[in-house]
Every structure is written in C-alpha cells, then in structure tokens.
C-alpha cells in the first residue's frame, strides 16, 4: 500500500529536514565569527554606558 502524496512532499525528504532542523543561514566561520564579534560589542558598549551613568551620578553627587 501506497500513501497518498501531494506535490513534493516525499518521506525521505521529510525525514532529512526534521533531522537537519532549520537549512536556511549562513553558517560558515567567517559569519560566526562575525556574529560573536557584534555580540561582544554590544555588550561591551552596554556595560560602557552603565559605567559612564553611575559616574555621572557620582558626579553630580558630589557638586551638591
């Protein structure tokens, strides 16, 4: 027995996509390392903005 089919939905193919999960991105080490980077960075300029906040406070503290 045969099940029924639509368009181009075949089981192997079907198998190997839920194996793979998501196909689609650039995974290559050039995008991976670029990725880290960026991520870094922003979290580097986010720590930069807290620490530029708690010495404006510590200044303005201070002129009062």
Known sequence: ???EWRGNQH???QQ??????????????KAN???SSQKQSKAS????????????KSAAGKKK
């Open 16 to 29: 190997q996509t839920s194996i793979q999960g998501n196909t689609m991105g650039d995974k290559s080490p």
């Open 45 to 56: 300029s986010a720590e930069a903005s807290k620490k530029a906040a708690v010495a404006a």
């Open 11 to 13: 089981p192997a193919t």
């Open 1 to 3: 027995m045969r099940p």
């Open 33 to 35: 390392q670029k990725k």
